[in-house]
């Protein structure tokens, strides 16, 4: 953990500009994909016009193969800079069903036990869940993408059809964590500014990286 003038780092560069990126990626790809989607609806709804992105059918697919590039190869940057670069392990590990549950149930009673770089062992595992799950919408996207060169993938995903649902129960997973990963950054606001700036004062513990 490095030191600065009394603060500490506790977000590495390459994890605040890849976490912003996506962050813009994945937007576009949930608003124009809700575009997308209002054009052969997999169920008996339609999201509302206002929050979609694209205008039409043609222009929404053009934003969605647009961000898709940036969010899989951004993605790419940070899963391996995670994994080669220790900072999975520094951070997200060690990850038990026991110690989520405790903090869970500590959440419950109000106790939200948050120091500035260092995760709680919820935020470790909706981290590691989101992660898993923006891994499963490029995937299934892709079998979407390209059923034909994608087959075997597809057919593990029970085809076509099942690609499209599973496609839309990952968007639908992310769109949970935003709204409660975002409740908690409001809930925890001092949070916030090291996400930009990457440093937070000495008197609170700093990440292991
Ligand atoms: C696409 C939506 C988002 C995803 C998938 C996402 C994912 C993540 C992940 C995986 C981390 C941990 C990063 C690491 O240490 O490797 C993180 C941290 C963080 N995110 Fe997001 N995020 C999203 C949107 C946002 C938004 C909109 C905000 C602003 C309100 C935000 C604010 C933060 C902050 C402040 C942290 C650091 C939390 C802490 O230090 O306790 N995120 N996010």
Not at 3 to 12: E, M, S
Not at 73 to 96: E, R, S, V, W
Request: charged share 10%.
């Amino acid at each position: 953990m490095a030191t600065q003038g009394g603060k500490i780092l506790v977000h590495p560069l390459l994890v605040r500009i890849t976490h912003w990126i996506n962050v813009v990626a994945m937007l576009i790809m949930i608003f124009s994909g809700w575009r997308i989607y209002n054009a052969s609806p997999l169920f008996s709804f339609k999201f509302p016009v206002d929050l979609t992105l694209g205008g039409w059918l043609g222009g929404a697919l053009q934003w969605h193969f647009a961000a898709m590039w940036v969010l899989a190869f951004n993605g790419l940057a940070y899963l391996l800079y995670g994994i080669f670069g220790g900072h999975f392990k520094a951070n997200f590990l060690p990850l038990t069903p026991r110690a989520i549950w405790n903090e869970f149930a500590k959440a419950l009673r109000g106790k939200i036990a948050h120091e500035v770089g260092v995760y709680n062992a919820v935020q470790r595992a909706a981290y590691v869940g989101v992660i898993c799950v923006i891994v499963g919408l490029v995937l299934t996207g892709l079998v979407i993408w390209k059923p034909v060169q994608f087959q075997g993938l597809g057919t593990l995903m029970g085809g076509f059809e099942g690609a499209r649902l599973l496609h839309f129960l990952c968007m639908s997973l992310v769109v949970l964590f935003i709204f409660v990963h975002v409740v908690m950054v409001a809930l925890v606001p001092r949070t916030f500014l090291p996400m930009l700036t990457g440093h937070a004062k000495t008197n609170n513990h700093g990440h292991g990286d």
